[in-house]
């Protein structure tokens, strides 16, 4: 009885499993091909390589484009070395008492917070309180704060995998602990910890309640790209231009280009991750 009772719930649990897979990528594909279906008559060269015009009604999104590269690289600049060094210091150093406890809930507490609050703490921080104004500065810093919980956490999971005997190993033949860490716990955590850095950039590039309030320009006339000045970028474009143009109906294919030219950044990098990860685990094997 208690056999049949046990392969009854497996299969309850399976279906289940089987059922909320099956409902989460039917409407996937809904949505991918409402945007490919909608978007792919407006891909071209001139529409990647050309910068808007007429209102963003002509021309393409060189513009935006340019800054949401330029953008992701600022937040990969201030969120990654600091967040990596943060989790090598709690993981490696930091005693395990009280304290650092609530460090690590306070951390994964800000891994949750919306990403509109972000936007307004930038704001108050980056573009009034520093003077920094509006910028692609004020926005990367801003997303290089919501990046951090991710890349801390992130990191700081991929380097307790590694065992404590392999710690113990480097410290017997004589290497100092920087040593251990730096040429024997890092190598062996790099794929984890670059492949969460990488998912965290790309969802950093998707965002844009933080940019709204830092630095995001609704139509910039050139290519742009000065990290002191306003800047377009891809979801902010997008965002303008299905809900905020003047003429939606007429930019409404311009506005499917655009996010189908977004899905496509944020599954590059997305593959990008997995690629890492692949080539770290075929070595170790």
Not at 150 to 163: D, G, V
Not at 200 to 218: K, M
């Amino acid at each position: 009885m208690q056999r049949k009772k046990f392969n009854f719930t497996s299969i309850i649990e399976w279906g289940t499993l089987l059922l909320s897979t099956g409902l989460v990528c039917f409407f996937l594909v809904i949505i991918l091909w409402e945007i490919v279906s909608k978007g792919a008559g407006s891909l071209s060269w001139e529409f990647i390589a050309e910068v808007p015009r007429e209102g963003m009604t002509k021309g393409g999104i060189l513009t935006p484009i340019i800054g949401t590269v330029l953008l992701t690289l600022l937040t990969a600049l201030f969120s990654i070395p600091f967040g990596v060094c943060c989790a090598i210091y709690l993981n490696e150093y930091a005693e395990d008492n009280w304290l650092t406890r609530i460090i690590r809930a306070a951390i994964r507490n800000l891994s949750g917070v919306p990403s509109i609050i972000y936007g307004l703490f930038g704001l108050a921080l980056f573009v009034q309180a520093l003077q920094f104004g509006t910028s692609m500065l004020s926005a990367g810093l801003t997303l290089g704060l919501l990046s951090l919980p991710y890349i801390i956490t992130t990191t700081e999971e991929a380097l307790m995998r590694i065992p404590a005997s392999t710690r113990e190993a480097a410290l017997a033949v004589g290497a100092t602990k920087f040593e251990t860490i730096k040429d024997v716990v890092l190598p062996s955590a790099m794929s984890g910890i670059l492949t969460g850095v990488v998912l965290t950039l790309s969802r950093a590039a998707g965002e844009t309640a933080p940019i709204l309030f830092t630095g995001a320009a609704f139509y910039i006339n050139g290519v742009g790209g000065a990290i002191d000045n306003e800047f377009m970028a891809l979801p902010y474009h997008l965002y303008m231009l299905s809900t905020q143009h003047q003429s939606i109906e007429e930019v409404r294919p311009i506005a499917y280009g655009t996010a189908l030219v977004l899905i496509i950044v944020v599954f590059l990098l997305n593959l990008t991750a997995f690629y890492i990860r692949y080539k770290y685990r075929k070595n170790e094997n």
